[in-house]
């Protein structure tokens, strides 16, 4: 089985200036995918980052730099407009990888999923970080590269080419990967 997994599509990443200018096409791009998930009966789940205002979510580099960020409740914390995230599974995580203190793990196991495909933002930190992490679970990636984005576009293109190669995972076209779900049957 495979799933889709839409990443940290909220309001407080698309502040940078690089990613806004590619906001809608992102989002765009994400609905297509959730629409053709849906349409043939394979699972997606939305996750996003939250923390706490109380420091005890917070990463490294935040404790270190004494600034919170992605409050829970908050305008920032929010999915962006337009996104399909009516109706969706949500998780919400609070380090890079979606499998770090998540129990992301145990739902893909009880939707029987081996493959996920992963879109959103940002490419080289949450999107790599998950992937890598998947890879360690023996669960295959296949990166959707019209619904991934970064504010670091050098950065991104070095990590999906590591990850392709090291990790055997897969970079396709949203045609690409709606072609294979035509095929696919949950």
């Given at each position: 089985m495979i799933a889709l997994l839409v990443i940290d599509m909220q309001n407080a990443y698309f502040?940078?200036?690089?990613?806004?200018?590619?906001?809608?096409?992102?989002v765009d791009a994400c609905n297509e995918l959730l629409t053709a998930f849906s349409a043939n009966g394979h699972k997606a789940l939305l996750i996003?980052?939250?923390?706490?205002r109380d420091k005890s979510t917070w990463s490294l580099n935040m404790l270190?730099?004494?600034?919170?960020?992605?409050?829970?409740?908050t305008e920032q914390a929010q999915f962006v407009q337009g996104?399909?995230?009516d109706g969706l599974p949500q998780l919400v995580k609070t380090r890079d990888s979606a499998f770090?203190?998540?129990?992301?793990?145990?739902?893909?196991?009880?939707?029987?999923?081996?493959?996920?495909?992963?879109?959103?933002?940002?490419?080289?930190?949450?999107?790599?970080?998950?992937?890598?992490?998947?890879?360690?679970?023996?669960?295959r990636v296949t990166y959707a590269k019209d619904a991934v984005?970064?504010?670091?576009?050098?950065?991104?293109?070095?990590?999906?080419?590591?990850?392709?190669?090291e990790y055997r995972q897969a970079v396709q076209t949203n045609k690409e990967i709606l072609g294979r779900l035509a095929g696919l049957h949950p």
């Open positions: 502040e940078d200036p690089a990613l806004a200018a590619r906001q809608d096409t992102l996003g980052t939250e923390h706490e270190d730099d004494g600034q919170g960020f992605i409050f829970r409740g996104l399909a995230a770090v203190g998540t129990d992301l793990l145990a739902r893909l196991r009880n939707w029987d999923v081996d493959e996920v495909v992963l879109a959103g933002v940002s490419t080289h930190n949450c999107i790599a970080q998950t992937a890598a992490d998947a890879f360690a679970r023996n669960i984005g970064s504010e670091n576009d050098q950065a991104a293109e070095d990590m999906l080419r590591i990850l392709a190669a």
